[in-house]
C-alpha cells in the first residue's frame, strides 16, 4: 500500500478527491502477472487517500508508482501552500 494518510492531514475533500483522481489516472495501466491493477481508496479504514493491492505487483512497479505518486502529492501540496 502506498498511503498519503499522513500527508492528507488538514486536506480539503476536494483536494483529496483531485490526488485521488490523479492517482487513478497513475494506476490505470498498472495490471499485476494476473492482470490485476492497483486501486485507490478515499478516506478508507484512516482518513486521506492511499494505493491499495500493490502485492502482486513487481518491485520495480512498485517504485515507479511511488516515485510518481510522490511527486503527485508534492505537486498538489505546493499548489494548497504546504
Known sequence: MVNYGYDCQGWSETAKRELAA???KLVANVRDQNGRQPE???NGTYGGVRIRKLTWL?????DKLT???DAIVDRIAKRMGR
Do not use: C, G, S
Open 22 to 24: 490523479e492517482l487513478e
Open 40 to 42: 485507490v481508496e478515499i
Open 58 to 62: 513487481t518491485e520495480e512497479q512498485i
Open 67 to 69: 516515485i510518481e505518486a
